[in-house]
């Protein structure tokens, strides 16, 4: 998707600060950070929204879970703990329209979201 901020990121044309990559997913430091660790974690292919989401994307799903944990534990933060947070469309918060995990650590983390 040429108009999709993610997939420029991944195509390169626009930098990220990237803290894991392989053939499937980026993972990159999110620009306004909410917490000392923020980081986001994509899948290369474009899905715009958790509802575009079908059984092809079963396997990518679940690695996007495997890179928080790796990461997150590359940055220390496995111990006391970090949230994984995806929002579903605007409603929910969603304001990049190429769906991508959130993970949020170095901080306590209050219940319920706001
Ligand atoms: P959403 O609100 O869609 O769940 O999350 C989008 C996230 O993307 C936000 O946390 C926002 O700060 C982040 N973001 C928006 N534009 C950029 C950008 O240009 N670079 C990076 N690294 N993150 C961005
Ligand atoms: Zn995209």
């Known amino acids: ?4 901020l993610f997939c420029k990121m991944i195509n390169g044309d ?3 600060d990237v803290v894991y990559e ?3 997913v980026l993972a990159f430091n999110d620009i306004n950070p909410q917490a000392p660790h923020h980081f986001l974690i994509v899948p290369k292919e474009h899905v715009s929204t958790i509802n575009d989401l079908d059984e092809r994307h079963e396997k990518i ?4 879970f495997l890179v928080a944990k790796k990461v997150a534990a590359d940055m220390g933060m496995e111990e006391a703990g970090y949230r994984t947070v995806m929002n579903c469309n605007a409603g929910a ?6 769906i991508h995990l959130h993970v949020l650590g170095g901080r306590p983390m209050l219940w319920p979201p706001g």
């Open 1 to 4: 998707m040429s108009e999709c």
């Open 93 to 98: 918060g969603q304001t990049v329209f190429h």
């Open 61 to 64: 799903i679940g690695k996007l």
């Open 14 to 16: 626009i930098k990220a």
């Open 22 to 24: 392989d053939d499937h």
